[in-house]
């Protein structure tokens, strides 16, 4: 069993940054795609990155390329998510998750998605403008 811990969220001005932390314990060795999602009250979750970790490969929403950046420190098990030049309309519950991936396709189209199979309890982000 995976277990997915999140960090870091909190409340900023717009242009501001963030950066989130998800530590992951258990078979992470297993779990070469990891990603982070977000959710905004009454909307669908969306995908925001993901990272496949064999080849290092990174995926980004179009709303979120340029600003943001998903990193993996291997050696301690934890992925992260830099947030620069934050909007508004990035006030979210941001959500850790992982997911075995055949390759680095396949981690982007479980991005897409949502289909993940390890998941974070989240951490909220709020931007204010």
């Known amino acids: 069993q995976v277990q997915l811990v999140e960090s870091g969220g909190g409340s900023v001005q717009a242009g501001g940054s963030l950066r989130l932390s998800c530590a992951a314990s258990?078979?992470?060795?297993?779990?070469?795609?990891m990603g982070w999602f977000r959710q905004a009250p009454g909307k669908e979750r969306e995908g925001v990155a993901a990272?496949?970790?064999?080849?290092?490969?990174?995926y980004y929403v179009d709303s979120v390329k340029g600003r943001f950046t998903i990193s993996q420190d291997n050696a301690k098990n934890t992925l992260y998510l830099q947030m620069n030049s934050l909007k508004p309309e990035d006030t979210a519950m941001y959500y850790c998750?992982?997911?075995?991936?055949?390759?680095?396709?396949?981690?982007?189209?479980?991005?897409?998605?949502?289909?993940?199979?390890?998941w974070g309890q989240g951490t909220q982000v709020t931007v204010s403008s």
């Open positions: 990272i496949y970790n064999g080849i290092g490969s990174t």
């Open positions: 998750a992982a997911y075995r991936a055949g390759n680095g396709a396949y981690c982007y189209i479980a991005l897409l998605g949502g289909k993940f199979s390890y």
């Open positions: 258990g078979y992470t060795y297993n779990n070469n795609c």
